[in-house]
């Protein structure tokens, strides 16, 4: 299986953040987000790093209420389909 890379663009369309953002939840020790691999200056994340910064997130915060989780599964699909 080839490994797919993420561009900032694509990562901040994920997490619904703007570049600067992204920049801070990288300098931001405490959150643990996954640092990028830098190629041509240009920054890039692995689908697996990201997707395990997720399931730790979802694993440190209470799940949310109902209505809470609809919309972020909807979100979510969303973000998926528009890849």
Known sequence: ??????????????YSCSDMTLWRMIRDKSLRFPPPMILNRRRLWTDEALDNFDAQQRALS??????????????????????
């Open 62 to 83: 209470p799940s949310p209420a109902p209505h809470q989780r609809n919309l972020a599964m909807r979100r979510r699909e969303e973000a998926l389909e528009s890849w």
């Open 1 to 14: 299986m080839q490994i797919q890379y993420r561009t900032a663009r694509e990562v901040c369309q994920r």
